[in-house]
């Protein structure tokens, strides 16, 4: 289902900003019957723990040279 007033609302190559932009718009958030996607690319094992930290059940993947996926435990 795609929703036509979705729009892109910060595009950023800093981590930390990113993540706080995305607690501020979820504690403000009215999150019933809501699912939220979004698309990021991160570069560290260290910085993608600080984002699921923030986010458990984030689907995730790996791209490239190592394997691993939320779906697998990697």
Same mark, same amino acid.
């Given at each position: ?8 609302? @910060? %595009?950023?190559? *800093? $981590? +930390?900003?990113? &993540? %706080?932009?995305?607690? %501020? @718009? @979820?504690?403000?958030? *009215? &999150? %019933?019957? &809501?699912?939220? =996607?979004? =698309?990021?690319?991160? +570069?560290?094992?260290? +910085? $993608?723990?600080?984002? @699921?930290? $923030? &986010?458990?059940?984030? *689907? ?15």
């Amino acid at each position: 289902m795609s929703n036509s007033y979705a729009q892109p609302i @910060l %595009r950023t190559a *800093d $981590l +930390s900003e990113g &993540l %706080r932009i995305v607690e %501020r @718009l @979820l504690a403000i958030a *009215d &999150l %019933r019957d &809501l699912e939220v =996607d979004f =698309d990021a690319r991160i +570069s560290s094992a260290h +910085s $993608l723990s600080e984002v @699921l930290a $923030l &986010l458990p059940n984030a *689907d995730w993947w790996a791209e490239g040279e190592r394997d691993g996926a939320s779906e697998t435990g990697g």
